[in-house]
């Protein structure tokens, strides 16, 4: 497998379990919160895009899938467009009350963008610097697998809360 087929197969991963946390999901689960510090399911998988469209948009060269096709508008948040939900509090974090079917969408639409990208990803593409700010400086690869990573992290949140939110009847909060 080349590397543009492997990054491919890490953001499939990523997809299918967005998928599996959202579909059938009852809407009152989105907003499920163990504690009133928690994040909900809606969140996460709003955040974990949006971190996604925002980095691989920035590498990509390209504007975000959240601006671009209007995502912003559709889950009409009281953030900046630029906004991922870094730092979020739980008031901020109770304010993202989309539908599993918009959250799916956005999410397509990312992967979509992402999947474009990094297909015509190779070797040497890796190591390229895409973030100066750090010491040693961030590449293409560091940069993708920190997406990865983040994102898979914060699915495995969303499908732990999906089923403590299943198993209390949502009686969490």
Known sequence: MDVAGLLADAFDRIREEVHAVLDGVQQGYLTFQPDHDSNTIAWLVWHLTRIQDDHVAAVAGRGQTWIVDGWNERFRLPFDDSDTGYGHGPKEVLAVTATSEVLTGYHDAVHH????????????ALDRVVDERWDPPVTLAVRLVS????????????????????????AGR
């Open 147 to 170: 997406v990865i990573s983040d994102d898979l992290q914060h699915v495995g949140q969303a499908a732990y809360l999906r089923g403590l939110a299943e198993r209390t009847d949502g």
């Open 113 to 124: 963008a992402t999947m474009q990208f990094v297909r015509t990803l190779d070797d040497a």
